[in-house]
């Protein structure tokens, strides 16, 4: 099964104005049309300094436009019908000269007049982004912030800059964001901002209970599914903060991560942050019992054919412990049942047992490490179907139903 592009539908006015950074124009280009968008290019005389016009017209399958006498459109006027159908301008790599041009309002050239003629109305609205781009000394000058400022102001949405090693040798603020950063954040700019502003906590993961200081005892769950949850609830608006256990994932922008092992750290983490979240999404599968004691040295066989006999402890239940905070300092809880068999029944007595509004069924044995999943939510009113789907989809329909019936916090 395929994901649903997440840029279906979604017409992109890409302006490239003038900087090395045009060569990620070419790869953000493939990634956006990728994701499902159709993409019109636009370059200024500086950027055709830096990619051919050739490679961008290959790239985004459409005639490259740079200059604003163009005879191709029927009215030439190429700086109005650019932006008329488009549900977003951006400008990638933004120069520090571009960024002075549209904090002024100029329109010497195709890219800077068509970001002043598109439509600012709230009915046919055609929002700018910007990502600069340009050396650490031209982004911090005061000239440069204070354009940015005016631009900010005006309505434009600022994507980057990333610090990092840029192509003059010096190193600092200044580069920018990378293809795949731009896609998402691009992606992120269309959800709808259901939770705006709300504050929501999510574990992730497997625990790992440690043995002796080599082994430990764990289970299949990547964090797929929680990081995908954490994603969705940022791009909607939410100041997420996600408590991971061990897994190579990358932390989705703009979230608050705190890496941990075992459940007990888990724990720790968890129950402080609590009360200053309103949601709480337990979707981590913390190990239910311990080693009671962690061997100081590894154990080794000692030639009995006896395997040694670990006694074990039980660990706290994060979820239940977090809903049995007092009114006012307790989240809204969701809680995430993965069974092998009769998954709904099991979820059913699991949300009365744990005593949490909302538990998320699914099936763990055919989820775990998978990019798919199918969810069903157990809720007071009888149950809600989230068909097969790519687990981001699903994370998107979840933070959704949470978003409607998560009580705000006042
Ligand atoms: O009790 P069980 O492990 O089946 O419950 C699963 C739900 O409880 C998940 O939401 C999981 O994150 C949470 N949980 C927890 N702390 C535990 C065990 C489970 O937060 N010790």
Redesign the pocket.
């Known amino acids: 099964m395929s994901a649903t592009p997440a840029l279906l539908g979604k017409h992109i006015v890409l302006g490239l104005s003038g900087g090395v950074a045009c060569y990620k124009a070419a790869e953000l280009t493939r990634e956006l049309t990728k994701a499902g968008a159709t993409v019109q290019v636009v370059m200024t005389e500086a950027a055709l300094q830096f990619i051919t016009v050739a490679t961008m017209q290959a790239l985004s399958g459409r005639a490259v436009y740079t200059n604003q006498w163009d005879g191709r459109e029927p009215n030439h006027m190429p700086h109005i019908n650019l932006t008329r159908e488009a549900d977003a301008v951006l400008v990638a790599p933004a120069s520090a000269d571009f960024i002075a041009q549209l904090a002024q309002g100029r329109a010497g050239e195709l890219l800077a007049l068509l970001c002043l003629a598109r439509p600012q109305s709230h009915d046919q609205r055609c929002p700018l982004l910007i990502a600069p781009a340009m050396n650490r000394e031209m982004w911090a000058h005061p000239a440069t912030q204070r354009n940015v400022a005016q631009v900010r102001a005006d309505g434009a949405t600022v994507l980057g800059p990333a610090a990092g090693d840029q192509a003059c040798g010096e190193v600092g603020d200044g580069r920018m964001l990378e293809a795949e950063e731009l896609r998402d954040e691009l992606i992120a700019f269309f959800q709808p901002q259901l939770l705006a502003g709300r504050r929501v906590l999510v ?1 992730a993961g497997p625990t790992f209970e440690a043995i002796d200081p080599v082994r430990g005892l764990t289970n299949l769950s990547s964090g797929k599914m929680g990081f995908a949850i954490a994603r969705a609830a940022a791009e909607a608006g939410a100041q997420v903060t996600l408590v991971a256990g061990p897994v190579h994932l990358p932390t989705p922008r703009g979230v608050q991560r705190l890496d941990v092992r075992s ?1 007990q750290q888990m724990f720790e983490a968890v129950l402080p942050l609590a009360p200053a979240h309103e949601v709480f999404i ?7 019992w311990r080693p009671a004691a962690v061997a100081a040295h590894k154990l080794k066989k000692d030639g009995s054919g006896r395997a040694p006999a670990i006694a074990m402890t039980e ?6 412990s977090v809903a049995r905070l007092p009114e006012g300092q307790r989240p809204w809880c969701v ?4 069974e092998s068999e009769r998954v709904v029944e099991h979820a059913r007595a ?1 949300r009365l047992r ?1 005593g949490i509004p909302l ?1 998320v069924a699914n099936h763990g044995p055919s989820t775990f490490g998978q990019d798919h999943n199918a969810l069903v939510l157990v809720h007071e009113a009888g149950e809600t179907e989230l068909p097969a789907a790519d687990k981001l989809t699903l994370a998107r329909q979840l933070v959704a139903e949470i978003a409607q019936r998560a009580p705000v916090r006042r």
């Not at 660990?315 to 239940?320: Q, T, V």
């Open positions: 574990t459940a337990a979707t981590a599968a913390v190990a239910d660990n706290p239940d994060i979820l239940a809680g995430f049942a993965a699991k744990k538990i």
